[in-house]
Protein backbone atom coordinates (compact mmCIF):
# COMPACT_ATOMS: atom_id res chain seq x y z
CA UNK A 1 0.00 0.00 0.00
CA UNK A 2 1.43 3.44 -0.50
CA UNK A 3 1.70 5.55 1.62
CA UNK A 4 3.25 8.94 2.31
CA UNK A 5 4.90 10.85 5.25
CA UNK A 6 5.42 14.46 5.82
CA UNK A 7 8.02 15.34 8.39
CA UNK A 8 7.08 18.37 10.58
CA UNK A 9 3.42 19.58 10.75
CA UNK A 10 5.27 23.22 10.71
CA UNK A 11 8.31 24.70 9.29
CA UNK A 12 9.72 28.57 10.24
CA UNK A 13 12.35 29.66 8.10
CA UNK A 14 13.71 33.81 7.85
CA UNK A 15 13.26 35.16 4.82
CA UNK A 16 15.87 34.76 2.28
CA UNK A 17 16.92 31.57 4.13
CA UNK A 18 16.98 28.03 2.65
CA UNK A 19 13.23 26.30 2.78
CA UNK A 20 13.54 22.38 3.22
CA UNK A 21 10.21 20.55 3.37
CA UNK A 22 10.40 16.70 3.88
CA UNK A 23 8.43 14.18 2.93
CA UNK A 24 9.02 10.37 2.14
CA UNK A 25 6.75 7.51 0.35
CA UNK A 26 6.19 4.12 0.41
CA UNK A 27 5.17 2.51 -2.77
CA UNK A 28 5.63 -1.27 -3.78
CA UNK A 29 5.82 0.19 -7.63
CA UNK A 30 7.94 3.24 -9.30
CA UNK A 31 6.03 5.82 -8.08
CA UNK A 32 4.20 9.30 -9.16
CA UNK A 33 5.28 11.96 -6.95
CA UNK A 34 3.78 15.62 -6.62
CA UNK A 35 4.19 18.85 -4.68
CA UNK A 36 1.32 21.07 -3.90
CA UNK A 37 0.69 24.26 -2.27
CA UNK A 38 -2.28 25.44 -0.83
CA UNK A 39 -2.36 29.25 -0.12
CA UNK A 40 -5.24 30.34 2.28
CA UNK A 41 -8.79 30.25 1.61
CA UNK A 42 -7.72 28.44 -2.00
CA UNK A 43 -7.36 25.15 -3.31
CA UNK A 44 -4.11 23.37 -3.80
CA UNK A 45 -2.35 24.05 -6.96
CA UNK A 46 0.72 21.56 -8.10
CA UNK A 47 4.22 22.68 -7.73
CA UNK A 48 5.84 20.22 -9.74
CA UNK A 49 6.13 16.50 -10.05
CA UNK A 50 8.13 13.73 -10.56
CA UNK A 51 7.38 11.17 -13.47
CA UNK A 52 10.47 8.91 -14.18
CA UNK A 53 12.31 11.20 -16.38
CA UNK A 54 14.58 13.22 -14.55
CA UNK A 55 15.30 13.17 -10.69
CA UNK A 56 15.67 16.47 -9.99
CA UNK A 57 12.80 18.43 -10.93
CA UNK A 58 12.24 22.32 -11.08
CA UNK A 59 8.66 23.42 -10.17
CA UNK A 60 7.19 27.18 -10.11
CA UNK A 61 7.89 29.66 -8.05
CA UNK A 62 12.05 29.19 -7.70
CA UNK A 63 11.23 25.28 -5.65
CA UNK A 64 12.65 21.99 -6.60
CA UNK A 65 12.60 18.69 -5.54
CA UNK A 66 14.83 15.69 -5.96
CA UNK A 67 13.92 11.66 -6.00
CA UNK A 68 15.67 9.65 -4.36
CA UNK A 69 15.13 6.16 -4.79
CA UNK A 70 17.23 4.69 -2.23
CA UNK A 71 16.02 7.22 0.66
CA UNK A 72 12.60 7.02 -1.01
CA UNK A 73 12.46 10.50 -0.57
CA UNK A 74 11.07 13.41 -2.25
CA UNK A 75 12.30 16.66 -0.31
CA UNK A 76 10.91 19.85 -1.02
CA UNK A 77 13.77 22.85 -1.66
CA UNK A 78 14.35 26.53 -2.26
CA UNK A 79 17.35 28.54 -1.98
CA UNK A 80 15.62 31.59 -0.73
CA UNK A 81 12.68 31.78 0.89
CA UNK A 82 10.28 34.78 0.28
CA UNK A 83 7.70 35.75 2.58
CA UNK A 84 5.04 34.81 -0.19
CA UNK A 85 6.04 31.19 0.11
CA UNK A 86 4.13 31.11 3.05
CA UNK A 87 1.37 28.91 2.70
CA UNK A 88 0.64 24.75 3.43
CA UNK A 89 2.99 22.00 1.34
CA UNK A 90 1.55 18.69 0.31
CA UNK A 91 3.53 16.18 -1.17
CA UNK A 92 1.20 13.23 -2.91
CA UNK A 93 2.40 9.76 -4.50
CA UNK A 94 0.50 8.22 -7.45
CA UNK A 95 1.18 4.92 -9.03
CA UNK A 96 1.30 4.33 -12.66
CA UNK A 97 -1.93 3.68 -14.14
CA UNK A 98 -3.69 4.52 -11.02
CA UNK A 99 -6.94 5.95 -9.79
CA UNK A 100 -5.56 6.61 -6.06
CA UNK A 101 -3.52 10.09 -5.63
CA UNK A 102 -2.50 9.42 -1.68
CA UNK A 103 -1.92 12.73 0.09
CA UNK A 104 0.89 13.10 3.26
CA UNK A 105 -0.55 15.43 6.15
CA UNK A 106 0.49 18.91 5.02
CA UNK A 107 3.93 21.30 6.15
CA UNK A 108 2.83 24.05 6.81
CA UNK A 109 5.43 27.04 6.14
CA UNK A 110 5.89 29.98 8.08
CA UNK A 111 8.42 32.91 6.80
CA UNK A 112 9.84 35.37 9.33
CA UNK A 113 10.69 39.28 7.76
CA UNK B 1 -10.00 30.11 -18.16
CA UNK B 2 -9.41 26.54 -16.68
CA UNK B 3 -11.28 25.81 -13.37
CA UNK B 4 -13.01 23.44 -11.18
CA UNK B 5 -15.82 25.19 -10.00
CA UNK B 6 -17.26 24.24 -5.74
CA UNK B 7 -20.86 24.92 -4.68
CA UNK B 8 -21.44 26.68 -2.30
CA UNK B 9 -18.17 27.80 -0.56
CA UNK B 10 -19.36 27.77 2.84
CA UNK B 11 -22.62 25.83 4.38
CA UNK B 12 -23.89 25.06 7.55
CA UNK B 13 -26.40 22.31 8.18
CA UNK B 14 -27.94 20.64 10.66
CA UNK B 15 -27.82 16.49 11.27
CA UNK B 16 -29.84 14.42 9.21
CA UNK B 17 -30.58 17.39 6.27
CA UNK B 18 -29.54 16.02 2.91
CA UNK B 19 -27.09 18.03 1.16
CA UNK B 20 -25.30 18.66 -2.39
CA UNK B 21 -22.07 19.78 -3.04
CA UNK B 22 -21.62 20.18 -6.75
CA UNK B 23 -18.74 21.05 -8.60
CA UNK B 24 -17.95 21.74 -12.27
CA UNK B 25 -15.06 21.41 -14.94
CA UNK B 26 -14.40 23.34 -17.68
CA UNK B 27 -11.40 21.17 -19.40
CA UNK B 28 -13.35 17.84 -20.43
CA UNK B 29 -11.42 16.18 -18.38
CA UNK B 30 -12.08 11.97 -17.41
CA UNK B 31 -10.90 11.44 -14.29
CA UNK B 32 -12.44 13.43 -11.33
CA UNK B 33 -12.08 13.06 -7.04
CA UNK B 34 -13.47 14.31 -3.95
CA UNK B 35 -11.21 15.01 -1.15
CA UNK B 36 -12.00 16.03 2.07
CA UNK B 37 -9.25 17.45 4.36
CA UNK B 38 -9.12 17.44 8.15
CA UNK B 39 -6.32 19.37 10.59
CA UNK B 40 -3.25 16.69 10.57
CA UNK B 41 -4.68 14.47 8.24
CA UNK B 42 -4.15 15.91 5.14
CA UNK B 43 -6.56 15.39 2.09
CA UNK B 44 -8.24 11.56 1.81
CA UNK B 45 -9.88 10.50 -1.13
CA UNK B 46 -13.91 9.92 -0.37
CA UNK B 47 -14.64 8.78 -4.19
CA UNK B 48 -13.33 9.38 -7.39
CA UNK B 49 -14.79 9.21 -11.12
CA UNK B 50 -12.95 7.81 -14.24
CA UNK B 51 -15.37 8.62 -16.66
CA UNK B 52 -19.07 9.11 -17.07
CA UNK B 53 -21.33 6.68 -15.24
CA UNK B 54 -17.77 5.12 -13.77
CA UNK B 55 -16.99 5.82 -9.91
CA UNK B 56 -15.90 4.05 -7.10
CA UNK B 57 -15.07 4.44 -3.64
CA UNK B 58 -11.98 5.95 -2.24
CA UNK B 59 -10.37 5.46 1.37
CA UNK B 60 -13.29 7.40 3.46
CA UNK B 61 -16.63 6.93 1.40
CA UNK B 62 -18.67 5.92 4.26
CA UNK B 63 -21.77 8.63 4.58
CA UNK B 64 -21.25 9.70 0.99
CA UNK B 65 -22.56 9.42 -1.89
CA UNK B 66 -21.54 10.56 -6.05
CA UNK B 67 -23.02 10.44 -9.12
CA UNK B 68 -21.50 10.98 -12.47
CA UNK B 69 -24.00 11.84 -15.62
CA UNK B 70 -22.31 13.90 -17.25
CA UNK B 71 -18.45 14.67 -17.88
CA UNK B 72 -17.87 18.11 -16.28
CA UNK B 73 -19.89 17.59 -13.05
CA UNK B 74 -19.38 15.50 -10.24
CA UNK B 75 -21.78 16.16 -7.26
CA UNK B 76 -21.38 14.73 -3.55
CA UNK B 77 -24.18 13.94 -1.60
CA UNK B 78 -24.31 13.58 2.32
CA UNK B 79 -28.00 12.00 2.45
CA UNK B 80 -27.82 12.17 6.11
CA UNK B 81 -24.98 14.24 7.54
CA UNK B 82 -23.04 14.08 10.96
CA UNK B 83 -21.17 16.34 12.79
CA UNK B 84 -17.80 14.07 11.69
CA UNK B 85 -18.51 14.99 8.38
CA UNK B 86 -17.60 18.66 9.08
CA UNK B 87 -14.83 19.32 7.32
CA UNK B 88 -13.12 21.06 4.22
CA UNK B 89 -14.05 19.26 0.97
CA UNK B 90 -12.27 19.80 -2.16
CA UNK B 91 -13.47 18.71 -5.48
CA UNK B 92 -10.21 18.21 -8.30
CA UNK B 93 -10.34 16.82 -11.93
CA UNK B 94 -7.47 15.76 -14.25
CA UNK B 95 -6.97 13.56 -17.48
CA UNK B 96 -5.21 11.58 -17.55
CA UNK B 97 -5.41 9.97 -14.60
CA UNK B 98 -3.05 10.72 -11.79
CA UNK B 99 -0.36 8.18 -12.53
CA UNK B 100 -0.39 9.39 -16.44
CA UNK B 101 2.93 10.61 -17.62
CA UNK B 102 1.81 14.35 -17.29
CA UNK B 103 -1.04 14.09 -14.77
CA UNK B 104 -1.79 16.80 -12.76
CA UNK B 105 -4.85 17.04 -10.62
CA UNK B 106 -6.56 20.74 -10.57
CA UNK B 107 -8.69 22.02 -7.55
CA UNK B 108 -11.72 23.62 -6.75
CA UNK B 109 -11.50 26.65 -4.02
CA UNK B 110 -13.11 24.22 -1.30
CA UNK B 111 -16.20 23.92 0.79
CA UNK B 112 -16.48 24.50 3.86
CA UNK B 113 -18.87 22.29 5.12
CA UNK B 114 -20.34 22.05 9.42
CA UNK B 115 -22.77 19.90 10.62
CA UNK B 116 -24.31 21.05 14.34
Known amino acids: AQSVTQLGSHVSVSEGALVLLRCNYS??????LFWYVQYPNQGLQLLLK??????LVKGINGFEAEFKKSETSFHLTKPSAHMSDAAEYFC???????????FGAGTRLFVKA | EAQVTQNPRYLITVTGKKLTVTCSQN?????MSWYRQDPGLGLRQIYY???????DKGDVPEGYKVSRKEKRNFPLILESPSPNQTSLYFC???????????????FGQGTRLTVV
Open chain 2, 49 to 55: SMNVEVT
Open chain 1, 27 to 32: SSVPPY
Open chain 1, 92 to 102: AVSEAGGFKTI
Open chain 2, 92 to 106: ASSSPPPGGVSAEAF
Open chain 2, 27 to 31: MNHEY
Open chain 1, 50 to 55: YTSAAT
